[in-house]
Nanobody
Framework: QVQLVESGGGLVQPGGSLRLSCAAS????????MGWYRQAPGKQRELVLT???????NYADSVKGRFTISRDNARNMVYLQMNSLKPEDTAVYYC?????????WGQGTQVTVSA
C-alpha cells in the first residue's frame, strides 16, 4: 500500500518560513520523481517544485528564489523549505510521487500565510 504523509503545515506571518515534510512508503522511492503541488481555494492544483532521484529540480516561477525542494533517498523523505512566504502562498500543499504512468498523492497539509 502506497502512503505519502505530509507534515509541517500551519499558520505563518508574511515573510516567515515553514518546512514541509513528506514520508513515503510502499514505493521504490529512489525510482520516483517527487514533487510538491498546491491548491488554493477556488483554483486548480498547480506545480510548485519537483525533484528527480538524481537531484534535478523543476520550479514554478512564482517560488523561484524562495522555495527549495530536497530529498533523502535513504529515509524515503522529501522536504519543502519555504522562505519569504507571501499571502498568495496560502494553499493546501500536496506531496506527489510519480514514475511512468503511476502517480500517488498525499492527503495534503494546509499552509496559511497571514498577519
Amino acid at each position: 500500500q502506497v502512503q505519502l504523509v505530509e507534515s509541517g503545515g500551519g499558520l505563518v506571518q508574511p515573510g516567515g518560513s515553514l518546512r514541509l515534510s513528506c514520508a513515503a512508503s510502499g514505493i521504490i522511492f529512489s525510482s520516483y520523481v517527487m514533487g510538491w503541488y498546491r491548491q488554493a481555494p477556488g483554483k486548480q492544483r498547480e506545480l510548485v517544485l519537483t525533484i528527480t532521484s538524481g537531484g534535478s529540480t523543476n520550479y514554478a516561477d512564482s517560488v523561484k528564489g524562495r522555495f527549495t525542494i530536497s530529498r533523502d533517498n535513504a529515509r524515503n523523505m522529501v522536504y519543502l523549505q519555504m522562505n519569504s512566504l507571501k499571502p498568495e502562498d496560502t494553499a493546501v500543499y500536496y506531496c506527489n510521487a510519480r514514475w511512468s504512468t503511476r502517480s500517488y498523492w498525499g492527503q495534503g497539509t494546509q499552509v496559511t500565510v497571514s498577519a
